[in-house]
């Protein structure tokens, strides 16, 4: 486990930051308030706010980590502690599939935004997909005490659920490097994505 804990830290986690902050920050529109929903230790978040000082990054989770790099408030894992519409944008960044309602917690975060949801999971498509997503999982987070229920979803479901929840799809990319080069044939592939998500009646 401490081998695989310093391959992770080194190689990993910190280019896997700098990744997502690099997808999701140019999908921040302007001055915005943002939900980080599952923030963990809110690294992302914090890289994004420093790379676009415009933006109010707010953080919310079902467990604290020591030392967040923002604030961070704790919930139940299911129903979001805010008034409709109370921040321009919500994320998740590999949450939704630790949740018990993936689609129950999305529609708080339509309901929380005033229009935009932003979302980075994975897709239970191709040969082997759930046994490496499991893998994953249980590599970045076990050792934080992260639940890990595997409500991996194929593409398919994902964009049906969005259909369902009035939510349009106006981004979508797999082109995610968030690997180094050896390692993205095992653990790259099509199992990850960006979403950007648009309520259909956005609020003011």
């Given at each position: 486990m401490k081998i695989i804990d310093r391959i992770h830290g080194e190689y990993v986690h910190?280019?896997?930051?700098?990744?997502?902050?690099?997808?999701l920050a140019r999908l921040i529109p302007q001055n915005s308030r943002v939900l980080d929903v599952g923030c963990g230790d809110g690294l992302v978040s914090r890289?994004?706010?420093?790379?676009?000082?415009?933006?109010?990054?707010?953080?919310?989770?079902?467990?604290?980590?020591?030392?967040?790099?923002?604030?961070?408030?704790?919930?139940?894992?299911?129903h979001l502690p805010y008034a409709d519409a109370s921040f321009d944008a919500v994320m998740f960044i590999d949450v939704l599939h630790h949740a018990d309602d993936p689609a129950g917690l999305l529609r708080e975060a339509a309901r929380v935004s005033r229009n935009l949801v932003l979302l980075k999971d994975h897709t239970l498509d191709g040969f082997l997909a759930g046994p490496t997503l499991r893998f994953m999982d249980w590599t970045g987070?076990?050792?934080h005490g992260v639940s890990i229920p595997a409500n991996y979803w194929p593409e398919k479901l994902w964009?049906?659920?969005?259909?369902q929840l009035d939510l349009t799809l106006q981004h979508w990319t797999r082109n995610l490097p968030l690997y180094p080069w050896w390692a993205s044939w095992a653990f790259g592939r099509l199992l990850h994505f960006i979403a950007a998500l648009a309520r259909a009646h956005p609020q003011p």
């Open positions: 910190n280019r896997r930051a700098g990744v997502l902050t690099e997808a890289m994004i706010w420093e790379k676009r000082p415009d933006t109010t990054m707010e953080g919310i989770d079902v467990l604290l980590r020591p030392e967040p790099h923002i604030p961070v408030r704790l919930f139940d894992g299911q987070n076990a050792r964009r049906q659920t969005f259909a």
